[in-house]
Nanobody
């Protein structure tokens, strides 16, 4: 069973919004670790979308989503979020959250994340 659970995916029209949540299982902490969101579309490689430092003081975004997506976290709830606005068909993918190794601040490199959720499908279509 995964230590991270994503939710909030679904079908949305172009220009619409979705908010993804990433909740850690009981006994598994996100508090001291950076959290990242990644996505993978059919036939494409996994792409780092956004990352947030452990205390939320800094963030990093892929160029393709900058200005449209916002990553945030609530350490008291052991949860991270990805607010996605102005969604485009090319945003269609399975979205995953992950917990990074503690030695980094923010990173979009998947190899620096050691715990992953099972993913939630986001489909942008009219």
């Amino acid at each position: 069973q995964s230590q991270l659970v994503e939710s909030g995916g679904g079908l949305v029209q172009p220009g619409g919004s979705l908010r993804l949540s990433c909740t850690a299982a009981s006994g598994f902490s996100l508090e001291k670790y950076p959290v990242g969101w990644f996505r993978q579309a059919p036939g494409k490689e996994r792409e780092g979308v956004a990352s947030i430092e452990s205390r939320g003081r800094s963030t990093e975004y892929a160029g393709s989503v900058k200005g449209r997506f916002t990553i945030s976290r609530d350490n008291a709830k052991n949860t991270a979020y990805l607010q996605m606005n102005n969604l485009k068909p090319e945003d269609t993918a399975v979205y995953y959250c992950a917990r990074a190794i503690v030695q980094v601040t923010t990173t979009l490199q998947g190899a620096l994340y050691d715990y992953w959720g099972q993913g939630t499908q986001v489909t942008v279509s009219s």
